[in-house]
């Protein structure tokens, strides 16, 4: 099986043009919420200053109008936000792509080494981001979405990269496109609860710095939305990778470290549902829980890969 | 005794509540950390041994912990049993609950519709008949009933998403049989491993001496396997430039049922990811290595040609390890036997590469094998009741003077060697070994099915959502119907609010 390397090539430049692009993404992003006012706070502070621009109304009544300034300022941010999806749908066609070549140029599913890993997760989260923005009114937060993205795929593209080649015996088999590509998906996707979590700690901290983030209601459903569709995914992932173990390791369950952090996540996020369902455990607990699971996640993707030695050490590194 | 039934109930009690749950799933998944962290015994023991050496007190601390074994603890089968039976003190009041309210009518309609999170209301040209008859059509395939107030008003409750309680039991349930099918797997299985020589070599499953290494469950005492038989004719692996290796094949015959009787070897080519699966047993191949070939030439003429498997060192380049061991021929004396054995040991390379004059291996293939040896002679200590290595020599008897290495040179395919008395070494080659992996798990199938169930029911309760809509239709003195809709997520609301509207606005439109 010989690798075409012209493929493999403008694969790595499309991955490379991807994080560029998610970079710019998350920049206007960042600078869509730094423009963008709070609202009650903007209010009250528009209508303290009307007085001297006599450009806005009174807050109080309901039909408030905006102050020229504020206008000015309220679609410059939104342009910025929606020039920040632009980007995000560019970055993700391209990270696609790469996917895509990759495969092509090794004529196999593109998530054999823990660089294809990554870059599959990663594309995950960003097609879940995507949707979670049609569904509730979170673009601003598109930065805090993508600057882990990057980081991500940062890491993947130098200190995790491998070339593109064929994958050991071990690998070769039609469960690796199942498994792998169902646990990374998910894996990708509870990166949106983990977030919309820790954003939610930050605003139901009550600090001022945070007044910006949306209602936190509205970051609560967001957590549990991505993750009771990431949760039975990833349940099936495991279940997956439990059926392959049968045929590839002699057992179908053998507390491998892997398997190992994969069971512990996985009763962590079931906690994560029943506390959101029991009373005194909602709000902040489970969004507590939620973001354990997330780093459990990654501890599972980057430590047990390359620090452990297990089973699953075809992390293709080093 | 009342005291003691208190006691119990309110232990029950507190085992089932959704708090403790929650605390023991914490529990389970704090506890099963250390598993992925420290070094285990099922895994890997001698590492277990290393870290307890490097870590004095501490690492004997853990041990005494049960750290090192944590799936087969006191501790983690506290928190699962635990779990377990908070997991079915919940589920049988649930499952009550399930049965009433699958019986039950949708609920009365509340007297103020108005008050529902989800409401709209019109009033229109139709009878409070034609009202309800619309409604009804439209919510076909929700569980509703129609019903008459006293006040002449007709009304309709209806429901939808039932389904969601049936994919949380079917969830919890399936959740209870995994664990003990789990559970009854780990009694009742085993695992074996051994090395077969790639030329013809056998092994049958007919007891537990036929296996290196074996692990039994709790409930298996050896006797009494699953009969079959496994022949080996031939090993194949094709490797990368690099290296890394591409494909592993075996060629093996197998025997089970009938065949054992009339002799008959079925052919199977026997892969990684694709294990044999006769007679209830699965066989995997796990892993091969080299054979060195060597034939003795001893002083008084005899031959004895040597073939033990030797233990790859570099899983890459696979070179290897070991000890092939000889008795002088002719020797009936056991005093003097035991002065004259040979041990061959070092290193085998499947296709050498010189550095000066130290041997390694650059390719996993045998393409130009060689050997480094050093031959000792003396007494192996195979007669001193200790425990001998097939892979090393019995270093305390080199220590005690009674084993003395003889000679140390570099032997490729063909080449031999001279020992002082005459006797001839020479290196004839390499065979290849497999080493073949034996599991019985007879409740796998039930576990898979389980956990099939598991995703299933939990795809449902998490998809879908309970919901209710009434429907109040009260005549007016005109002639005209005031209809009025409420509605009622009662799982999370997200979702409900589109579905609602389209519904209202559906059932309030004023032509017909
Ligand atoms: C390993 C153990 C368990 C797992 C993985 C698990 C998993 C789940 C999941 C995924 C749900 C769906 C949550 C939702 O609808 O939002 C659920 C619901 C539920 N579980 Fe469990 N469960 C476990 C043990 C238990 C135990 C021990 C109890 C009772 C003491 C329990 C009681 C419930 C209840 C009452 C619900 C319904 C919550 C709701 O209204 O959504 N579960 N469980």
Redesign the interface.
């Known amino acids: 099986?010989p690798v075409n390397t012209t493929l493999a090539t403008f694969s790595d430049w499309t991955y490379g043009a991807a994080v560029a692009v998610y970079v710019i993404a998350a920049v206007f992003y960042l600078c869509e919420q730094a423009f963008a006012k709070h609202k009650p706070r903007e209010r009250a502070m528009v209508a303290a200053g009307a007085e001297t621009t006599q450009a806005a109304g009174t807050a109080e009544d309901g039909t408030w109008t905006p102050g020229l300034v504020v206008r000015e300022e309220r679609s410059r941010a939104e342009v910025l936000g929606r020039m920040g999806v632009a980007l995000t749908l560019l970055g993700a066609l391209l990270h696609g792509a790469s996917l895509v070549l990759r495969g092509l140029a090794t004529e196999r599913a593109p998530w054999g080494n823990m660089y294809e890993y990554t870059s599959l997760l990663t594309f995950a989260a960003v097609v879940g981001w995507l949707v979670l923005m049609r569904m509730f009114p979170v673009r601003k937060l598109g930065g805090f979405v993508l600057v882990p993205i990057g980081i991500l795929m940062f890491l993947g593209g130098t200190v995790l990269y491998a070339e593109a080649?064929?994958v050991?015996?071990?690998l070769?088999?039609y469960?690796l496109v199942v498994h792998v590509s169902v646990i990374s998906v998910s894996s990708g996707l509870f990166l949106l609860p983990g977030v919309a979590s820790v954003l939610y700690l930050l605003k139901s901290s009550g600090r001022a710095k945070f007044a910006k983030l949306p209602d936190p209601g509205v970051l609560d459903?967001l957590a549990?939305?991505s993750t009771?569709f990431a949760?039975?995914l990833f349940?099936?992932g495991i279940?997956c990778g439990?059926?392959?173990a049968?045929?590839?390791?002699?057992?179908?369950?053998?507390?491998?470290?892997?398997e190992?952090?994969s069971?512990?996540a996985w009763?962590?996020y079931?906690?994560y549902?029943?506390?959101r369902?029991?009373a005194?455990?909602r709000g902040r607990p489970s969004a507590w829980i939620n973001t354990v699971g997330f780093a459990l996640t990654v501890f599972n993707l980057f430590f047990?890969n390359l620090v452990?030695t297990?089973l699953h050490s075809y992390a293709g590194v080093g | 005794m009342r005291a003691a039934l208190a006691f119990l109930r309110n232990t029950w009690r507190g085992l089932t509540a959704?708090?403790t749950?929650?605390t023991l799933?914490?529990l389970?998944?704090l506890g099963?950390?250390p598993?992925?962290?420290l070094p285990?015994r099922?895994?890997n023991a001698r590492k277990v041994t290393e870290y307890i050496a490097e870590n004095g007190w501490w690492g004997r601390f853990l041990d005494r912990l049960q750290f090192y074994d944590?799936?087969a603890s006191y501790w983690f089968s506290a928190v699962y049993v635990l779990l377990f039976v908070s997991l079915v003190g919940c589920l049988l009041p649930r499952s009550w609950e399930y049965v009433r309210q699958m019986r039950a009518k949708p609920v009365l309609t509340p007297r103020n519709l108005a008050r529902m999170p989800h409401h709209a209301s019109a009033e229109l040209p139709l009878t409070p008949d034609a009202a309800v008859e619309r409604a009804r059509e439209r919510l076909r395939g929700w569980r509703l009933v129609a019903r008459e107030e006293a006040s002449g008003a007709r009304t309709i409750s209806a429901e939808r998403g039932f389904l969601r309680e049936t994919g949380n039991l079917v969830f919890h349930f399936s959740l209870l049989g995994l664990l003990v099918a789990?559970a009854l797997g780990k009694m009742f299985g085993y695992?074996g491993q051994v090395i077969v020589q790639a030329n013809g070599g056998q092994f049958c499953n007919s007891g537990v001496f036929n296996y290196d290494t074996f692990r039994p469950g709790l409930r298996v005492d050896g006797t009494d396997l699953n009969q079959f038989c496994v022949k080996v004719d031939g090993f194949h692996a094709t490797y990368?430039p690099n290296g890394?290796?591409?494909?592993?094949l075996a060629d093996i015959g197998f025997q089970s049922g009938a065949d054992l009787e009339s002799g008959e070897w079925r052919p199977y080519p026997l892969?990684?990811?694709?294990?044999l699966r006769t007679a209830g047993d699965?066989v995997?191949l796990?892993g091969h290595g080299y054979t060195p070939l060597f034939t003795v030439t001893f002083p008084n003429g005899e031959q004895r040609v040597g073939a033990t498997q030797w233990r790859p060192v570099n899983e890459l380049t696979l070179a290897s390890e070991g000890a092939t061991k000889f008795d002088p021929p002719g020797v009936p004396d056991a005093e003097q036997r035991r002065r004259g054995q040979l041990a061959i040991t070092g290193l085998l390379a499947p296709t050498a590469t010189f550095r000066g004059e130290l041997l390694d291996s650059a390719f996993p293939e045998a393409r130009d094998p060689a050997v480094a040896v050093d031959v000792y002679r003396g007494d192996l200590g195979t007669d001193s009741g200790r425990g001998q290595s097939i892979f090393s020599i019995d270093q305390k008897m080199v220590t005690d003077g009674k084993l003395a290495k003889v000679a140390r040179q570099n032997l490729r395919k063909g080449e031999s060697l001279t020992l002082d008395d005459g006797t001839v070494i020479r290196f004839d080659g390499v065979r290849d070994w497999v080493s073949i992996?034996v599991?019985h798990?007879p409740t796998?199938t039930w576990?898979?099915a389980f956990?099939?169930l598991?995703?299933l029911g939990?795809?449902v309760s998490?998809?879908v959502k309970r919901r209710r809509v009434w429907v109040r239709a009260t005549p007016q003195d005109d002639g005209r119907t005031v209809v009025e809709v409420g509605g009622l997520a009662r799982t999370?609301?997200?979702g409900y609010g589109e579905e609602f509207t389209a519904l209202s606005r559906d059932l309030l439109k004023k032509e017909s």
């Open positions: 099986m080649a064929p050991q015996p071990a070769q088999s469960w459903r549990y939305r009771v949760f039975p349940t099936l279940i439990a059926i392959w049968e045929a590839a390791w002699g057992r179908f369950w053998g507390w491998d470290p892997k190992t952090v069971f512990v009763v962590v079931a906690a549902l029943h506390a369902a029991t005194g455990w047990i452990t297990g | 959704m708090r749950a929650l799933l914490f389970l998944a099963a950390l598993g992925a962290l285990q099922s895994l944590v799936y789990f695992e990368l890394q290796a591409e494909t592993f892969e990684v990811n694709h294990p699965r995997y796990l992996q599991s798990d796998q576990v898979l956990s099939v598991v995703v939990l795809a998490l998809t999370d609301q997200a």
